[in-house]
C-alpha cells in the first residue's frame, strides 16, 4: 500500500460576475459585498473576526450582520464609499434581504439571493485554497491549523450545495478535495503510511494470495480497498491498531476513488 502521494486537488471557484435581471441592489453595492465577505474570511479588519458573517445558518449569520452592524459599517465605509450611503440607509433590508432565501428551489436562479450568496461560497473556496498553501500535506505532519482548514472546505462545499451559481462539475470537485483533505488527516491513511514505512511482514496473511501490499502499482492498491478490502482491514486493524478502523469504509472508497482520479490523469509516480 503505497502512501497516496496527491491527496488534495486545488481549486478556485469563481461565481459569475454578472447580477441577474432585477437586482434591486446597485453595482456599487454589489462590489461592497463581494468585498465584504473576502475581508470577513481573510479577518484582515480586527472586529471581523468577533462575528460570523459566513456561517452557512443564516440565523447565525443575521445575528452576526445585526450585532455586528458597527463593524461592517466601519470596514465598508472606505473601501465601499460610492455604495457607503444606500448601505447605511438600508442596512436592515440588505441584512433581511442577504440571510433570508427565497421560497424556491436552489436550482432555479429566481431572483437575486444566489447572485449574493455565490460571494459568500467564493470567499470561503478562495479563503480555503489560500490557506492549504500553507499547511503540511505530510499524512504525519501533525500540522495543528489542518483540521480549521479542512472545517472551512466543507463549509464551502455545503455553501455551494445550496447555490445554483455552482455547477455540479464544481461541487463534484469541491466535493472530492474536502473529503481527500480529511482523508490525508485520518488514521486510516497514518496507517498506510506508517505500514509502508515500516514494511512488517505480513506473509502469513493468506487472504491477500500473495498480492504485494507494499507494491507501487495503483492498480493493486485499488485492489486491496476493493476486493480485498475485508484482508486489508485485518492486515491494518493488526499492525495500527483500532484507530485505524474509524470510518474504515468510508476512508476506503473515498482512498480508491482518490486512486483512481491519479490512474486517469497519469499521476502515478
Not at 89 to 113: A, H, K, M, R
Request: aromatic share 10%; charged share 25%.
Amino acid at each position: 500500500m503505497s502512501l497516496l502521494k496527491a491527496t488534495v486537488v486545488f481549486i478556485l471557484i469563481s461565481a459569475v460576475s454578472t447580477a441577474p435581471a432585477g437586482s434591486f441592489l446597485t453595482e456599487d453595492v454589489n462590489s461592497c459585498i463581494e468585498w465584504f465577505y473576502t475581508a470577513a474570511e481573510t479577518r484582515n479588519i480586527s472586529c471581523l473576526g468577533e462575528y460570523d458573517f459566513l456561517s452557512n445558518d443564516k440565523q447565525i449569520q443575521k445575528m452576526a450582520f445585526l450585532d455586528g452592524k458597527s463593524c461592517f459599517l466601519d470596514a465598508t465605509k472606505t473601501q465601499c464609499s460610492s455604495g457607503y450611503k444606500t448601505i447605511t440607509e438600508n442596512y436592515e433590508g440588505i441584512v433581511n434581504f442577504l440571510t433570508t432565501p427565497p421560497n424556491t428551489t436552489s436550482d432555479s436562479c429566481e431572483g437575486s439571493y444566489y447572485f449574493y450568496e455565490s460571494f459568500r461560497c467564493t470567499a470561503l473556496i478562495n479563503g480555503f485554497a489560500n490557506k492549504v498553501k500553507h499547511i503540511s500535506l505530510e499524512v504525519d505532519s501533525n500540522d495543528a491549523r489542518t483540521p480549521k482548514v479542512i472545517e472551512q472546505c466543507f463549509q464551502a462545499e455545503e455553501c455551494t450545495k445550496s447555490n445554483c451559481y455552482f455547477t455540479d462539475s464544481q461541487r463534484s470537485t469541491l466535493t472530492d478535495t474536502c473529503e481527500s483533505m480529511a482523508l490525508k488527516n485520518s488514521y486510516f491513511l497514518k496507517c498506510v503510511a506508517e505500514l509502508e514505512q515500516k514494511r512488517p511482514d505480513i506473509s502469513s496473511y493468506r487472504c491477500l494470495n500473495g498480492t504485494d501490499i507494499y507494491s507501487e502499482d495503483l492498480s493493486v492498491q485499488i485492489e486491496l480497498f476493493t476486493t480485498k478490502r475485508g484482508c486489508s482491514r485485518w492486515v491494518m486493524r493488526k499492525h495500527c491498531g483500532e484507530k485505524s478502523m474509524i470510518d474504515f469504509r468510508q476512508n476506503a472508497e473515498i482512498y480508491v476513488k482518490t486512486l483512481e482520479k491519479l490512474t486517469q490523469s497519469g499521476m502515478t509516480g
